[in-house]
């Protein structure tokens, strides 16, 4: 289904974007990993290069020889220079060894020897002990120096990393100037095995910091499917199946118990939909209803016609003018209240509620009514009770013109039933939560067991006034009421007097 893959999709994308991510950082950790160990040797290095022009300037101030003799006397009485170094050798112009820490007795605590010493008697003049240097003077390791002199071309320090025996090294070999001219070389080897341990420490937490990241995204990537785009999935789903009125698809009832957006969602989409289709069954019942009503008038109106047309009676003929008029002004009304009816239930759902004060509102409401021509033909008196328990006020939220539309509509009612020189009662009474208005007239009263019914479309109990109801009136009072979260009620009076009341009770606050 289409909306399983759109919904896939996201997962998809959430997906490749989090692998470009990984990507970008895995190239960036990469080339960091490459670049940690090249730096921690360069500062190593560094540090050698300082030893080396140290020992140069030691060996120039002091004006030893660059000999194999003299190397060894200087060797020990500047040994601090060569504090924690594996090793230190000095190779004449030709490359050949004439000097090597590793063949001097010195102080264990200065120099970590790998090579057996072999211990000599000491005479007046000497103050080193040593072994032959014919060792370490072989052809391969000359030639091996040689070749790192020959191809030496700048000032710049030869750097080699050495692995031996699960230990790493680091050498560096420069020259030894005297007089800007170069006499021989020097070569410090260090060992070096903490920087293979800082890489290692590097390389493990960015392992496991990856591996902690991978897990998290997977996590939620099931619970991105599971908790949101499943549901999201069904939601399209149930709108799909509204459209193709398959109500046994598309079923989202697991999800409106929820207390999450998507559960919010899920209800508003319910509310919305069930609100949908009851104004869609509204309508058909409406245009249903609507139809049978006219039918009425116009066959009064074909019989009528029918007769007018045969009938030479002047009398008769008026009588049956009256019909046609009669039947047409019905079929205008029905029509025109039908049409505005609609109007105002499309109007409803956009316009916004605002504080009102129902006291105010029912006082315009009536002093437009007592300027009204029917009003004063009929003597028609209107009273306004108010009453307010525990000193509540009549202050309301809701749609102002709608509320004038409902007090209007039951004044009209009530007009119609009202003998002449009657009153009509507006009673206002404010509560905590609720404010209420109840009109009552002196009319006949209900005449139905069941006062519900006047409150359906069409309906109406006047048929000797026909032409001037279309029976829409109370309907819609009931709609707009409901709208604003209130109910309303129809009944005869019950204080003694003959007449009919109809009660509307509308929260203070209400959210649409």
Known sequence: MNLVKSS???????????????????????????????????????????????????????????????????????????????????????????????????????????????QENIDANSNIFEKDLSSEKSPQKKENISNLISNKKNEEPIVIEIKENNNFFIKTLNGLKIDSKVLGYIQVTE??????????????????????????????????????????AALVGYTEAIKSKDDSSGKIEKFLERTDELGLLSRSLNNMTTDLQQRTRRAENSSADLAHEIRNPLASLKGASELLENSSDRSEREKLIKILSHDVERIDRLITDYSQMLKDEASLSREKMKKIDLQVLVKNVVDEFESNSKVIEKNIKFKIIKEKPNGYDFQLFGIDNRLEQILANLLDNALSFSPNKGQVSIYIKGKKDTVSFNVKDQGPGFSET??????????????????EHSGLGLNIVKSIVEMHGG??????????????????????????
Do not use: C, M, W
């Open 191 to 232: 060992q070096a095995n903490e920087i293979l341990t800082a890489v290692e420490e590097r390389r493990n937490f960015i392992l496991r910091t990856v591996i902690a990241i991978a897990i998290a995204i997977f996590v939620f990537s099931i619970f991105l499917n599971k908790y949101i785009l499943t549901p999201i």
């Open 487 to 512: 109910n309303v009620q129809a009944s005869n009076r019950t204080d003694n007097q003959r007449g009919a009341q109809i009660e509307v009770v509308l929260p203070k606050k209400y959210n649409q």
């Open 8 to 118: 896939s999709s996201i997962l998809r994308k959430f997906l490749i974007f989090n692998s470009v991510v990984f990507l970008v950082l895995g190239l960036f950790t990469f080339f960091y990993l490459n670049a940690i160990q090249p730096n921690l040797v360069k500062q190593r290095v560094e540090k050698h290069t300082v030893i080396i022009n140290n020992t140069s300037n030691h060996i120039e101030r002091l004006k030893i020889n660059f000999e194999e003799k003299d190397l060894k006397n200087f060797l020990i009485s500047t040994r601090f220079l060569f504090q924690n170094l594996e090793r230190v050798q000095f190779f004449n112009i030709e490359g050949e060894l004439i000097g090597d820490t590793n063949i001097i007795d010195l102080d264990q605590n200065v120099f970590v020897r790998s090579d057996a010493v072999i």
């Open 450 to 467: 069941n006062t519900d019914k006047i409150f359906k479309r069409f309906y109406s109990n006047r048929p000797e006034k026909f032409g």
